[in-house]
């Protein structure tokens, strides 16, 4: 029985190491599946299991979980930047400036207000109080990077001179779970405030979609007069046009068929036409006369399929998908779409990147042609691009190493392992294509990264913080973290939601998706879809999700370099 004893009891052994991480990480994720209420901490629970462990003593040597949780947050925070990169740029797009501005105003006084508490109610006197209250701040907004890039950062910047390194993760242990419950809870406050009445913001969402179709469709039936497309293929006609314009029927020979991109025009073919109306005047110009005579072709209607196409046609890159005209040209409707793991709703201005997937509906020849469109080659996208994955996070680590000096700061800047992999995430993740990299990385991929990443992370720093925990909470100041985290939670949601509401007269289910995007916080998310039928709360939380991501990680570091040296 010795060897099970040691198996436990050695530190050192790399097979103690993994049990431990094992244990920790396995409780955590089960401990995660348990909802009160409806609501579940999830992941975060390792962190808790791994508190735990660390009370009781079951431990590894620091210089190992130091690495270990450093590796994971890399991880952790270069898969966001690949996930939300393709999206950071366009949601300073028309439309989403103010939300985004909105959110910015939310994450910078959660930073004021965490300031107020800190002068209010701790001693300022006490060196280890401020980077205590910066880990309760993001254990109320809950934003683990947030935490990952202030350990980080503290790291670098405490002095020996200050005592023992705060594990700041207790901080953040305090306030998380009131922090999941006062989102949502300020969230509902917001309606009671505004005296706003749900069913009344449902009819507007619906009158609002109905101001604003697509563009309206026209069919026409051409007959082909023009010598320069004899023995063009509809693909080089499509291209020349330049516009979005389907050729659904061909009457050729005295047969008719369904056109590809490959089929051959010549002089005297018969096409149907589907086009945006704005268009028709320059397409029957370019192609012949219209005809009189109704298209003859007797065909049942096709019923209705909904299919699941991928985005793999590098032309598709930047296309957004109000100007692609699926409704009024192609026949079809976009009802969802999804990036990296995201449900995104099927805005006009959303653009298109290689890896997105789409739900269509429509006939099924329509649909088969969005398919050729978009590419719907799954087969380009199986490989994992792990080389752009561990480049990008060779050239974050070096950026992030850059110091950049200025005066009054202790230590020069630098935006170390959790702000250089994730600046360098974003760019590529929106440019890397033009440098000829392949940036795409299946759903499951990223998030099986990510989530090692963060999993990772957690089950360190909670082993790490385990051994002081109990103090800190008890006999310490757990529970003042507990109160000023539930304050930094609500009052920048109630402020925000308030003027975004009075102010700015945005919906307030929008509010609520820009709120959850604010904290990226999902269980505030998935409470918002299940009071909505529409999709206006999955519009404010991705248009706000990458930059809230980007600012909480960016903050964090700031303002440990800055005040806590």
Partial sequence: MDWIINLFTNTESIAHIALLYAIVIAVGILLGKIKIGGISLGVTWVLFAGILAGHIGFTAPKDTMTFIQDFGLILFVFCIGLQVGPGFFESFKKGGVT??????????LNVAVMFACYYLFFDTNDKTNLPMMVGT????????????????????????????????????????????VGIIGATIAIRFLTRTKLEEEEQKLEAE?????????????????????????????SDFLNRDVVFSRLFKNGEYSIPNSRTVFDMGDEVLVACAEADAPAIQAFIGPELETEWEENESKQPL????????????????????????????????????????????????QVGDKILVVGPEDNVNRIAELMGNSVKRLDAPNVATIFIGIFIGIIFGSIPFAIPGMPVPLKLGIAGGPLIIAILIGRFGHRMKLNTYTTTSANMMLREIGLVLFLASVGIKAGA???????????????????????????????????????????????????????????????????????????????????????????????FCG
């Avoid at 980080?152 to 779970?177: D, H, M, R």
């Avoid at 979609?209 to 006609?237: C, D, F, W």
């Avoid at 916080?521 to 879809?529: G, S």
């Fill in 137 to 180: 701040l993001y254990g109320a907004v809950t934003n683990t990077p947030g935490l990952g890039a202030a350990n980080e950062a503290l790291s670098s910047v405490w002095q020996n001179g200050f005592g023992e390194l705060p594990q700041i993760a207790s901080g953040y242990a305090c306030a998380y779970p009131l922090g999941v």
């Fill in 209 to 237: 979609e109905a101001e604003n179709p697509q563009a309206k469709p026209h069919q026409m039936h051409l007959k082909v007069n023009n010598a320069y497309l004899s023995g063009r293929t509809v693909a080089e006609i």
């Fill in 468 to 562: 002081n925990f109990w103090n800190t909470v008890i006999e310490g100041d757990g529970l003042f973290y507990v109160l000023t985290g539930f304050i930094i939670t609500i009052i920048p949601i109630l402020i925000v939601g308030t003027i975004a509401r009075m102010k700015y007269k945005f919906n307030y289910f929008t509010i609520m998706g820009m709120l959850a995007g604010t904290y990226t916080d999902p269980p505030a998310l998935a409470y918002a879809n299940s009071v909505c039928s529409r999709e206006a709360p999955a519009i404010g939380y991705s248009t706000v999700y990458p930059l809230s991501m980007f600012l909480r990680i960016f903050t964090a570091q700031l303002v440990v370099l800055f």
């Fill in 305 to 352: 399929v909904s299919r699941r196409i991928v985005v793999t046609n590098p032309s598709m890159n930047g296309k957004t998908l109000g100007k692609m005209h699926f409704s009024s040209v192609y026949g079809v409707t976009v009802t969802r779409l999804s990036r990296q793991g995201m449900d995104l709703f099927a805005s006009r201005n959303y653009r298109f």
């Fill in 99 to 108: 939300l985004n501005l909105l959110s910015t105003t939310a994450i910078l």
